[in-house]
């Protein structure tokens, strides 16, 4: 389970803004019976807007900003010898975001969903 939220905007060591996520999925076997479905909601949280099941070798790539809203939020039901298994590569770029990719301006880590608000957390 991981709450619906958008990923942090900065990378401190580098000092670059994050841009791209890839998802490979790693899971031989894996119902849809089992959830674990990634799903993306729209800018305003009033729902979700697309869902993409793990099944294995899957790949996702996706433009990550302060309004990409993305989670697997309902609890996994697969069998105990089993798991969701995954690799996660970001892309970075020196080039910030436009204005209407962010809603908050300082760098910070998640942004979660929280009763229909925006929340952060800070670095």
């Not at 608000?117 to 670095?123: L, M, W």
């Given at each position: 389970m991981l709450d619906i939220h958008c990923d942090g905007?900065?990378?401190?060591?580098?000092a670059v803004h994050r841009r791209l996520n890839v998802i490979l999925y790693l899971n031989p076997g894996w119902q849809e019976s089992w959830g674990g479905g990634l799903e993306?909601?729209?800018?305003k949280l009033e729902g979700c807007r697309k869902k993409i099941m793990p099944l294995n070798n899957r790949m996702v790539v996706f433009v990550t900003n302060d309004?990409?809203?993305h989670g697997h939020p309902a609890p996994l039901n697969c069998p105990e010898h089993e798991s969701r298994r995954s690799l996660i590569l970001y892309y970075y770029t020196s080039r910030p975001r436009t204005a209407d990719e962010v809603a908050?301006?300082?760098?910070?880590?998640?942004l979660w969903r929280n009763r229909g608000?925006?929340?952060?957390?800070?670095?």
């Open positions: 905007n900065w990378h401190d060591a580098m993306f909601w729209d800018r309004y990409t809203f908050v301006t300082d760098p910070h880590r998640a608000q925006v929340t952060g957390s800070r670095k």
